[in-house]
């Protein structure tokens, strides 16, 4: 019972960072139906932005603001100076840039960073809580990681729907073309939606790393992982993306507590083939027809 | 006319089977002069371009014939390598080579009609994350099953006897004895002969036509009576029959088939040859496998000597890797054969002026063309 | 006044628009007829400056239109309302009518949006709906509206009557001739519908294969048989 429950409650944290990653791939998906494989490496190198910070002699919040913020620059120069050129071409060009992409970040964070496993400090304690005498598999930490993800989604939602650029931002992504006519700068817009996705990206880059160890793979399962969730919700939906990362976080701790950790990945592709297969559409959709 | 034309050629130029046969005795001699000139490492690091080439030959015929995209072929090639090793645990194993080549073959099959029937209503990004995710689980598998499969350290390969035969004949050839190397050498070029006679020949006929069809217009295809499932889940299995040769070659080559080998960055280069070399040309995914072969020795090299550690310099080749993606994608989509291909024919053109100018729409024509005998056929 | 001289546009090497000179007048409904590929819908996507010109010009009351991009075009008083609508189904009416309204200064004017509601108050018994729910007849006043919003001098309205019922389009085209009076709107209104256009316009222009074929009052056009014939089709 107690095993049940710490399973459960360790996948709903990890499930929240496959939320957050899940919701960069489709912000970015929504608005260039690109999806992009580099959100990996790239919330990899701005972990080792918030290291250098750290390793520095810097506070662990002065590195979280500066991988954000590293995260924000980094999406913005990749979607202005790599992926503007391909926006609207084949998808299959889309793909493969940003896999080039992948490897490039990969290779580049390895020169410069190192090829080893470097720890990450952590700004709350990494243990579980004590509650009514018994430790539960929540952490500090987790319950760090569970509060900044939804603080960043409430911002996101409320930039979304209740600013003026939010709205630019979302009349961009789904008819570029009226919104250019409207007086929109679309193409600023992408920069920016680019740029948002890129920070999440990060943040969820962050909250993997913390009390853990980063090396420039670390984040590799973890695009798979968002991606997953991203089709569970629909891949156009930022609601769904969060739903299927909470979903798919749990299943996959259930899988690595019950079953063994090696096949959390193997578990992942049979979701991931099972959604395809059944539902296209994603778990929520109406309309199942819909095209892969 | 296509009759008359042939009647005035020879057989093995008319027919295309014929042409791909000579060009392959050609190629044979070619492999054996190189490998029987080469040292013991030249010939191991021979036999990894072939193993790179076989697997990059079936991803070009995959991703250039029927615009489909796979990030799992490294987790197929996985497949075949632990499927030969299994299979050749002692030196006693007996199963005879070709044997083993075959149920290697056959296992990945297997796993890639599973995979290309899952993944034939995917497309794009769709079909790129459901592979990447192949690839990321594959690996989890043989750490799983430890017993059987050897987890982290992985499994041994035991290279059979070479058999008195061989020895034999490679002595009467060479006047010299057959090392190890390059006999492992002479099968993996000879298994990618083989394979690339087979994918070239399958591309000229009409299921290669199908899936040029099913890549240039779906609606039309199917309009035509192509069963898009059906020539995308072919494609597929193609692919990873290739796969699954190349991963049988590795494992002898290496002699060892464990998780590291088989990373995610395998298929991200394997993906990097066949864009270098043109989407759906095998003469390019060839190219390809000899830069993926022997340009990391070149640029560590000249990461060293600039002064970078033996650790930073490793990782100069997939960034060469990652940029040439990128620089391919923005420069030349059509990969650097194919751009340079188009180049030479538009020059050509030019120089023969406008009135033939027919001749360039010949690759886009043929699929329509077939489309429409093979919707003759089926109705 | 927007006055199109000389412009020439097209794609690749197929030429859409050869040598198209007019003018439509301050406070008029003008419009461009001709069957399909006559290049109607080129001549408002190159003057709203989604299609490069390869040559001439367009001016609106004095300022140069070509070569400034289309974003720009709401601030300057031209709207384009492009062929099939162009609502966003995913905003609601109110972010749609809002969106219009950054178009001219960045803000959206309160005033603006009461003004659009009282001149379609369909829109404003449905400002939370998503658009995604309007019938036709609703989205096309949708998207009239939203032009509205950013106070154009020069309204671009691209096939408004495409695949509405009779009725709704004579709606549609009562409620255009009333804002081009009471708010001195200049329309220039793209139609294949040459008759109902003809009926609300003060001036037709005729376009066939990329040429100007007739350019006068719309009585004048209406009224002669061998044109009507030859390219208008009634």
Redesign the interface.
Same mark, same amino acid.
């Given at each position: 019972m107690q095993q049940l429950l710490n399973t459960a409650l360790g996948g709903l944290t990890l499930g929240m960072v496959y939320a957050a990653f899940a919701l960069a791939l489709v912000l970015i998906?929504r608005s260039t139906r690109?999806?992009n494989?580099a959100q990996a490496p790239m919330a990899m190198v701005t972990t080792f932005v918030a290291l250098v910070v750290v390793d520095a002699g810097h506070s662990y919040w002065l590195a979280f603001a500066a991988a954000l913020v590293s995260g924000l620059l980094l999406g913005a120069v990749v979607e202005r100076l !790599?992926v503007r &050129? %391909?926006e609207g071409? &084949? =998808?299959?060009?889309?793909?493969? $840039?940003t896999?080039?992409?992948?490897? !490039?970040?990969? #290779?580049?964070a #390895? /020169?410069v960073f190192?090829?080893r496993y470097r720890s990450f400090p952590a700004p709350f304690g990494v243990r579980g809580l004590e509650v009514g005498g018994t430790t539960i598999a929540l952490t500090g930490f987790g319950v760090f990681t569970v509060l900044a993800v939804l603080v960043t989604m409430g911002l996101l939602l409320a930039l979304f729907r209740y600013t003026?650029v939010g709205?630019?931002m979302? *009349?961009s992504a789904?008819?570029p =073309?009226? #919104?250019?006519?409207?007086? !929109?700068?679309?193409g600023r817009m992408l920069t920016l939606g680019w740029a948002l996705a890129s920070l999440v990206g990060s943040l969820a880059g962050l909250l993997i790393a913390g009390g853990s160890l980063v090396h420039p #793979?670390y984040m590799?399962?973890v /695009? /798979?992982y968002g991606?997953?969730a991203a089709?569970l919700g629909g891949l156009d939906s930022p609601i769904g993306a969060v739903v299927g990362g909470l979903l798919l976080g749990v299943a996959l701790s259930f899988v690595s507590g019950y079953v063994?950790s090696?096949? %959390? *990945? $193997?578990a992942?592709?049979v979701i991931?083939?099972l959604v395809?297969?059944l539902r &296209?559409g994603g778990l929520f959709a109406q309309a199942a027809a819909r095209? !892969? | 006319m296509a009759t008359a034309l042939r009647r005035g050629r020879t057989w093995w130029a008319g027919s295309v089977l014929g042409r791909h046969l000579l060009v392959a005795l050609l190629g044979l001699v070619v492999v054996v002069v190189v490998l029987e000139s080469a040292s013991d490492f030249r010939n191991l690091q021979l036999a990894s371009m072939a193993y790179l080439g076989i697997a990059a030959g079936g991803l070009t015929v995959l991703t250039g014939l029927n615009g489909q995209i796979s990030l799992g072929h490294g987790a197929l090639m996985a497949i075949g390598a632990y499927t030969t090793a299994l299979l050749l645990d002692d030196r006693d194993a007996g199963t005879p080579l070709p044997l083993v080549v075959l149920a290697a073959v056959a296992v990945t099959l297997l796993v890639g009609a599973v995979v290309g029937a899952a993944a034939a209503r995917l497309h794009g990004p769709y079909l790129a994350g459901a592979t990447l995710a192949l690839a990321v689980a594959v690996p989890g598998i043989a750490l799983y099953f430890k017993e059987q499969l050897g987890g982290e350290q992985g499994l041994r390969v035991v290279l059979p006897d070479i058999p008195t035969w061989v020895l034999d004949l490679a002595f009467f050839v060479t006047g010299q004895d057959l090392t190890r190397s390059r006999y492992v050498a002479c099968l993996a070029w000879l298994t990618l002969i083989v394979t690339f006679v087979l994918l070239a020949n399958l591309s000229r006929t009409r299921v290669g036509r199908r899936w040029r069809a099913v890549r240039d217009d779906e609606v039309a295809a199917e309009l035509a009576g192509i069963r898009l499932g059906r020539a995308r889940v072919s494609a597929f299995v193609v692919s990873a029959a290739a796969a699954g040769a190349a991963g049988a070659m590795m494992a002898i080559t290496v002699r060892l088939a464990a998780p590291s080998g088989f990373t995610i960055t395998l298929s991200l280069t394997l993906l990097t040859a066949v864009v270098l070399g043109g989407l759906g040309s095998l003469g390019g995914a060839l190219l390809g496998a000899a830069l993926l072969t022997f340009l990391p020795q070149v640029v560590t090299d000249l990461g060293v000597d600039a002064g970078l550690s033996d650790i930073q310099a490793a990782e100069l080749a997939p960034l060469v890797y990652g940029l040439v993606m990128v620089v391919v994608v923005l420069v030349a989509p059509a990969g650097l054969v194919g751009t340079a291909r188009t180049a030479l024919l538009r020059r050509r053109l030019q120089r023969a002026g406008t009135g033939t100018s027919t001749s360039t729409s010949t690759d886009t024509a043929a699929p329509t063309s077939t489309s429409t005998t093979s919707k003759g056929t089926t109705t | 006044m927007l006055t199109v001289t000389d412009l020439s546009a097209g794609y690749g090497p197929v030429r859409a628009l050869d040598g198209v000179s007019f003018t439509a007048d301050r406070g008029r409904v003008t419009a461009v007829l001709g069957a399909n590929g006559a290049g109607k819908t080129t001549l408002l996507r190159t003057i709203s400056g989604l299609h490069r010109a390869d040559r001439g010009s367009v001016e609106l009351d004095g300022s140069r239109l070509d070569r400034v991009a289309a974003e720009r075009m709401p601030a300057l008083g031209l709207a384009h309302v492009p062929e099939g609508r162009g609502v966003i189904t995913e905003l609601t009416v109110e972010e749609n009518l809002r969106l219009g309204g950054l178009g001219r200064a960045g803000r959206v004017d309160p005033a603006d949006l009461e003004r659009v509601y009282t001149l379609f108050p369909v829109l404003a018994d449905r400002r939370a709906a998503l658009a995604h729910v309007l019938s036709g007849g609703e989205r096309q006043m949708l998207v009239i509206a939203r032009a509205l919003m950013a106070r154009p001098t020069m309204l671009l309205l691209d096939e408004p009557s495409l695949g509405l019922a009779p009725r709704i389009v004579a709606q549609i085209f009562e409620l255009l001739r009333g804002l081009v009076e009471s708010e001195s709107l200049s329309v220039l209104l793209v139609e294949q519908n040459a008759r109902s256009a003809l009926s609300i316009a003060h001036r037709g222009v005729v376009l066939n294969l990329g040429r100007v074929v007739a350019d006068d009052d719309a009585d004048v056009l209406a009224a002669d048989d061998q044109l009507r014939h030859a390219y208008l089709g009634f």
């Open positions: 998906w690109i999806v494989f !790599v &050129p %391909v071409g &084949p =998808e299959i060009n889309a793909v493969i $840039l896999l080039g992409l992948f490897i !490039v970040l990969h #290779a580049l #390895a /020169v190192g090829n003026d709205l630019r979302r *009349a789904f008819n =073309e009226v #919104a250019r006519l409207l007086g !929109v700068r679309v #793979a590799d399962s /695009v /798979v991606f997953v089709v063994g090696q096949l %959390v *990945a $193997l992942a592709l991931l083939m395809l297969t &296209p095209r !892969v | - | -």
